[in-house]
């Protein structure tokens, strides 16, 4: 640390208890009481720098004991301490830590160049503005001694000098200003090698990375900070450093931002109560640049998470939902599994923050002029990634939240149909989180369960869903039989692509003859392999078939014992399919049932006619 030297004499001063005595030989003329220090000093030296002092002694002059009280100089007894040093001329080294306590003490005692010449303020002055101001460290460590000088650093524009001082460096290349920039950095020759025990080595220091200024500059209390910030913003300096080292401030002073989970090597230092983390925290929201991206998801979260535990002002909660909006594509699961701290506790989560999140997504994404593109789009176009990106989330958390029995089906199906049909290009995630809810929530009505299955569309089921809820008893026998249409429906289709790739292939036959050139060659064995393929296809095709026609056939002959009396459907149906009907609907449900049996079982028999006859087909290729 930079340091300059006052004074030759050797040191005379010694402090006995809370009082300073100077030994200089001479009995002791002058008391000046300081807060509880009293220093016992000679008058001349004192009023020959000292115009303030000057005064105070001539007033005392008529008394028998001259004894001066100082209790508003700025610093106290620290300060008045190394003014009496400097006015005895003894050995006294002005450095970074102690010239803005010189500085202000100075101008309160008025040591003008008037008074005398190489007086204190002109010192001090000088150190502060050819030393300290023209590098960082010195700089940051000045302004932090600002705060116990308050207002008089302000009155001298101390504070306003380091803050611009820090500011201009921290939009600069770190090498142009001064080296080492921390305390602990390597040091550097000005041609830029590293300096061991003065000596280069030839080596390259380290690139600094444009966060290089985040440490030092958590080191300060907020006010401060909160104006370094405001001036570097003024100076032009990008918004995602802002946005950076406001984290980092954050995840300094904020425990609650590394309870959960690391957010970065951030050292954690000295705890502040409740209340002064509430406050910075609405301080940093305010700070905090509105663009998209700047902070992370992860961040945001953590602090909206801190902000419920501290309850924060709806304001500031407000502003952080609708910051995670803007960028809830970019949220993990486990991040928005925000808990519920209300004291109510209806639920585990909160399912409501969540929701308005969502919204504000939504809306985001309506401003931007996103229409509703069809299934074919949302597979195809990159551009909506984000919305089905926050439409599988949103999947997951529900998938989480459905255990909570708390968690009534009005919360879970608003928070269901807020996401946009087509933001889902399959309906799994939906499936398997309402399969977890009425798991959850056996009790439920037979009109509040298919009320939950009307959030999903069955024909946006894969092969492997449509599987799962053809077997799943906690779903309503109508959701069933739909889902089991759709998924013949989609196996119709599968064969009938499969049925015109084999067309097209029987097209080409003709290059088996003759002699055929390289390119032919490789088109007739790429034809091979698919054909190999086709034929692994049609023999799952043909077991799946196989599959449904014994779950049609069960289903036939169930629905045939169910319709031999009224009494045994009435008695049968709650049982097998949970059903609550009743009995004058009995003969209309099974006479519909079976007819849909039928036409099932129909369309299985072309579609077996039809893998029969394809196989012979690849049989013969082949």
């Not at 006995?16 to 100077?22: I, K, T, Y």
């Not at 000088?149 to 090498?175: F, W």
Request: charged content about 25%; some cysteine; overall charge neutral.
């Amino acid at each position: 640390m930079a340091s300059m030297k006052l004074g030759s004499k050797p040191d005379a001063f010694k402090r006995q208890g809370q009082a300073w005595f100077c030994t200089t030989g001479l009995p002791s003329d002058v008391t000046v009481e300081v807060g509880d220090m009293s220093f016992h000093l000679h008058k001349f030296p004192l009023l020959s720098k000292s115009a303030f002092l000057e005064r105070l002694i001539e007033e005392s002059s008529d008394q028998e004991e001259c004894i001066i009280k100082l209790n508003d100089i700025p610093g106290g007894a620290k300060s008045f301490e190394l003014v009496a040093r400097f006015c005895y001329g003894v050995k006294l080294e002005l450095s970074p830590a102690n010239v803005v306590y010189l500085r202000c003490a100075s101008e309160h005692l008025q040591m003008t160049e008037e008074v005398a010449e190489d007086n204190l303020i002109a010192q001090s002055e000088m150190f502060l503005n050819q030393v300290v101001l023209r590098n960082w460290k010195e700089s940051l460590t000045a302004l932090e001694t600002c705060d116990d000088l308050l207002p008089h650093a302000e009155d001298l524009q101390i504070v306003k000098r380091c803050i611009e001082s820090l500011a201009s460096k921290a939009t600069t290349d770190p090498n142009l200003f001064g080296w080492p920039i921390r305390e602990h950095g390597i040091m550097q020759s000005p041609g830029g090698s590293v300096l061991w025990n003065g000596i280069s080595t030839g080596a390259r220091p380290r690139n600094f990375s444009a966060d290089w200024w985040y440490d030092d500059a958590s080191s300060l209390s907020f006010p401060m900070y909160k104006r370094l910030i405001s001036t570097m913003e003024s100076r032009g300096i990008r918004p995602e450093i802002i946005a950076g080292s406001l984290t980092y401030y954050a995840k300094k002073y904020l425990p609650g931002l590394n309870r959960r989970q690391s957010m970065g090597t951030v050292p954690l230092t000295a705890t502040l109560s409740e209340v002064e983390q509430k406050n910075l925290l609405e301080e940093i929201d305010r700070l905090l640049p509105v663009q998209k991206g700047l902070a992370s998801t992860k961040v945001l979260l953590g602090l909206l998470r801190t902000a419920m535990i501290l309850k924060a002002s709806p304001t500031c909660i407000s502003n952080l939902e609708k910051r995670i909006g803007m960028q809830l594509d970019q949220a993990t699961l486990e991040d928005l599994l925000l808990p519920n701290f209300s004291y109510t506790m209806e639920t585990l989560y909160n399912v409501e923050c969540v929701h308005r999140i969502l919204d504000h997504f939504l809306a985001m994404d309506q401003a931007n002029g996103s229409a509703s593109p069809c299934l074919e789009d949302v597979m195809a176009s990159p551009s909506l990634t984000p919305i089905t990106a926050v439409a599988k989330l949103i999947d997951g958390y529900l998938a989480e939240i459905a255990p909570d029995i708390n968690l009534k089906p009005p919360k879970f199906q608003a928070l269901a149909s807020a996401v946009p049909e087509y933001a889902r290009p399959l309906d799994d995630g939906l499936y398997r989180a309402i399969d977890i809810y009425l798991k959850a929530h056996s009790w439920l009505s037979e009109a509040e369960r298919e009320q939950l299955c009307r959030l999903m569309d069955c024909q946006k089921l894969s092969l492997e869903a449509c599987t799962h809820a053809a077997q799943n008893e906690r779903l309503p026998l109508r959701v069933v039989v739909q889902v089991l249409f759709f998924e013949q429906l989609q196996l119709r289709t599968s064969i009938a692509g499969c049925l015109l790739v084999s067309d097209n292939l029987e097209g080409s036959r003709p290059l088996r003859s003759g002699i055929a050139t390289s390119g032919e060659a490789g088109g007739w064995a790429t034809a091979v392999r698919e054909n190999q393929v086709l034929k692994v296809g049609m023999d799952n095709m043909r077991m799946r078939l196989s599959e449904l026609e014994k779950e049609c056939s069960n289903m036939r002959q169930e629905i045939e014992k169910l319709g031999r009396g009224k009494s045994g459907w009435t008695s049968r149906v709650p049982k097998r399919f949970s059903l609550k009907m009743k009995s004058q609907m009995c003969s209309a449900q099974e006479g519909s049932v079976s007819e849909q049996q039928k036409s099932m079982s129909a369309k299985l028999d072309k579609l077996q006619a039809k893998v029969s006859k394809q196989k012979k087909q690849l049989s013969a290729d082949s």
